[in-house]
C-alpha cells in the first residue's frame, strides 16, 4: 500500500507522463490516471496530513506537473467538505488531474515568459481550456462530468 507522500509522487510522475505525451503527440494513456484517482480518493479522510504535505512539498516538483496534482488533492478535501459521494470524488480529483493539459500545447517560452506577456501571447495562454478540452473530446474514456465537472 502507498503512504499519501508515495501516492503524491506518483501523481506527479503521471502528470508529467501525460504532459508529454500530449506534447510529442503520442498516444494517451489514461489507465494510470484512473488508478491514480482511486488512490488519492483513498485519503479522503486524511484532510490534515494532506494539507501538510502540500504546504511542505510547495515549490519542490515544476509547476506544470505539480500544480495538477496539487488541484486534484485539493479538490478532493473540498469534494470532502461538500460531502460528495465516492464516484463523483474520483470525478472531481481526474478533472483536477487534468485541470492543465491544454497547457501542454503552448510553448514552454510562452508558460514561463518573465516578461509582461503581450495582448496576443495573452489570449494564446487564455486558450489552454479550449485545446484541454478539444484533447479530451477526442478521448473517449471520459464522462461529460470529467469535461465539465459540476458539483
Known amino acids: 500500500m502507498f503512504t499519501l507522500e508515495d501516492t503524491y509522487s506518483q501523481a506527479i510522475k503521471i502528470s508529467r507522463d501525460i504532459v508529454e505525451d500530449v506534447r510529442f503527440g503520442r498516444k494517451l494513456y489514461f489507465n494510470l490516471l484512473e488508478i491514480c484517482s482511486i488512490e488519492i480518493c483513498k485519503y479522503q479522510d486524511d484532510e490534515k496530513n494532506i494539507l501538510t504535505l502540500l504546504n511542505r512539498l510547495q ?8 500544480h495538477p496534482v496539487n488541484v486534484a488533492f485539493l479538490s478532493l478535501v473540498i469534494g470532502r467538505w461538500l460531502n460528495l ?23 514552454d517560452s510562452l508558460l514561463n515568459k518573465p516578461e509582461l506577456l503581450s495582448l496576443e501571447e495573452m489570449e494564446k495562454l487564455k486558450s489552454h481550456p479550449v485545446i ?20
Open 59 to 66: 515549490d519542490k516538483n515544476p509547476y506544470m506537473y505539480s
Open 85 to 107: 459521494d465516492n464516484k463523483k470524488l474520483i470525478n472531481l480529483v481526474r478533472t483536477g488531474l487534468l485541470l492543465d493539459i491544454g497547457k501542454a500545447k503552448i510553448k
Open 132 to 151: 484541454g478540452y478539444k484533447i479530451l473530446a477526442s478521448v473517449k474514456i471520459f464522462d461529460s462530468d470529467v469535461k465539465f465537472e459540476r458539483v
